[in-house]
């Protein structure tokens, strides 16, 4: 059974960084892609950043795209997502999704999700 479970969220001062971690059970990345997703108070849940077995990456972030970097550790089997120079926009529950076998955008195409880790940038 696949599985994902988020972590590494938590409380943040604008201008810092996070490393969101999402670990895979029942599965590895090789024939699969993980996105992650996030979803702002009172927003739609949009698009992040993926990373496909093949080694493709689709950052699909509005805006400060360079902010943000994935990336899968084999040993651990596990997919970051290290965001820098957080902002207040940042803030929300971040989810990580999988897909076979290429990256997307929209979040219908995503079988399996985390539970979420929640991000908050506050000073």
């Known amino acids: 059974q696949k599985q994902l479970v988020e972590s590494g969220g938590g409380l943040v001062q604008p201008g810092g960084s996070l490393k969101l971690s999402c670990e895979l059970s029942?599965?590895?990345?090789?024939?699969?892609?993980i996105a992650w997703f996030r979803q702002a108070p009172g927003k739609e849940r949009e698009a992040v950043i993926c990373?496909?077995?093949?080694?493709?990456?689709?950052n699909y972030a509005a805006s400060g795209k360079d902010r943000f970097t994935i990336s899968w550790n084999n040993a651990e089997n596990t997919v970051h997502l290290q965001v820098n120079d957080l902002k207040a926009e940042d803030t929300g529950v971040y989810y990580c999704a999988e897909r076979l076998p290429l990256c997307s955008g929209p979040d219908v195409n995503y079988l399996t999700w985390g539970r979420g880790t929640q991000v908050t940038v506050s000073s």
């Open positions: 029942g599965f590895t990345l090789e024939g699969h892609a």
């Open positions: 990373i496909s077995g093949i080694g493709g990456i689709m």
